[in-house]
């Protein structure tokens, strides 16, 4: 089983709808979990970071963490389609702070005008 | 603040050679970390330096290596190029909780 398992999409969906991107991972003593955002022939442009389980909100974007579960979101309200990008789910590879990170494949998110 | 700075952004070489990357990373930041990144494989952790040392290595053969200066600059050199070494090469400056990436370098191996 891979670390962290994210579905590489695409998803496609009109302007204006809520978007649910979402990462499994499989070491539960995984404690802090990032969301990347990258442009086409850009590199990763970080989103949001969380230490703890519940949600983390930052203007149209919210991370949320269900450590049970193993199973990590992040939801884009009212997406634009300068949203348009792959996401990628990034866990510390020793569990703690900003160590070297393991991503996830990435989700190719199209928002269509 | 400048960001993380990388050189060249394209590069295009031929099995057997070999080449150095560089990257700047941003002010006062003390750690680089080198990714690589494929359509198949995703993003990957290459090494990690701190302090001109290496603190952390990935699962890469030994063909890649890397080395940091006392001013925090840091070069990543991958020998015997491969045709599946054609990636894009990002680098990474450490900040205190997470990771802040530059534009990479796009190496392709003909």
């Known amino acids: 089983q891979k670390e962290v398992e994210q579905d590489p999409g695409p998803l496609s969906v009109p302007e204006g709808a809520i978007v649910s991107l979402n990462c499994t991972y499989s070491?539960?003593?995984?404690?802090?979990f990032m969301w990347y955002r990258q442009y086409s022939r850009k590199g990763p442009e970080l989103l949001m970071y969380?230490?703890?389980?519940g949600n983390k909100e930052d203007g149209r974007f919210t991370a949320q963490v269900d450590k049970s579960s193993k199973y990590i979101s992040l939801f884009i309200r009212d997406s634009q389609p300068s949203d348009s990008a792959t996401y990628l789910c990034?866990?510390?590879?020793?569990?703690?702070?900003?160590?070297?990170?393991?991503f996830g494949k990435g989700t190719h998110l199209i928002i269509q005008p | 603040k400048a960001g993380v700075t990388q050189t060249p952004r394209y590069l295009i070489k031929t099995r057997g050679q070999q080449v150095t990357l560089s990257c700047s990373p941003i002010?006062?930041?003390?750690?680089v970390s080198w990714y690589q990144q494929t359509p198949g494989q995703g993003l990957q952790f290459l090494f990690e330096y701190f302090s001109e040392t290496q603190r952390n290595k990935g699962n890469f053969p030994g063909r890649f290596s890397g080395r940091q200066f006392s001013n925090s600059r840091s070069e990543m050199n991958v020998s015997t190029l491969e045709l599946g070494d054609s990636a894009l090469y990002l680098c990474?400056?450490?900040?205190?909780?997470?990771?802040?990436f530059g534009p990479g370098t796009r190496l392709l191996v003909l």
């Open positions: 002010s006062g930041h003390r750690s």
């Open positions: 070491n539960s003593a995984f404690q802090y």
């Open positions: 969380t230490y703890s389980s």
């Open positions: 990034a866990i510390p590879r020793t569990g703690g702070g900003a160590d070297g990170l393991t």
């Open positions: 990474a400056s450490k900040g205190l909780e997470t990771q802040y």
